[in-house]
């Protein structure tokens, strides 16, 4: 059963940089795309950053660009998500999923017959 957790949210001041990060245990993990999504209070879950296997194209919702980059390590089976420049705006609960094989990364909805984390808090205080 693959099983991504993720960590690091907290409550963090608009300006701060923060890195969350998502083990996934079972599984051959450099096989897996993996996606980053975010729900805001009363918002739909979003995608906001994905990277597949080979980690040279990672997609990134377009209000995002450039502050929010992500990467994985194979070795430790791990995505990370680094976010700089925090807004109010990002105050959110943070998902890890990893998506069927063989589905596009870049989209959303594939997730839905994925595998999920628990999510973690992020909330950005102005």
């Known amino acids: 059963q693959v099983q991504p957790v993720e960590s690091g949210g907290g409550l963090v001041q608009a300006g701060d940089s923060l890195q969350l990060t998502c083990v996934v245990s079972?599984?051959?993990?450099?096989?897996?795309?993996v996606g980053w999504f975010r729900q805001a209070p009363g918002g739909e879950r979003e995608l906001v950053a994905a990277i597949g296997i080979s980690g040279r194209a990672p997609y990134y919702k377009g209000a995002v660009k450039g502050r929010f980059t992500i990467s994985r390590d194979n070795a430790k089976n791990t995505v990370y998500l680094h976010i700089t420049r925090l807004k109010p705006e990002d105050t959110a609960v943070y998902y890890c999923?990893?998506?069927?094989?063989?589905?596009?990364?870049?989209?959303?909805?594939?997730?839905?017959?994925?595998?999920w984390g628990q999510g973690t808090q992020v909330t950005v205080s102005s």
């Open positions: 079972g599984g051959a993990f450099s096989s897996y795309a």
């Open positions: 999923a990893v998506p069927p094989p063989y589905t596009e990364y870049s989209v959303g909805r594939v997730y839905e017959d994925g595998y």
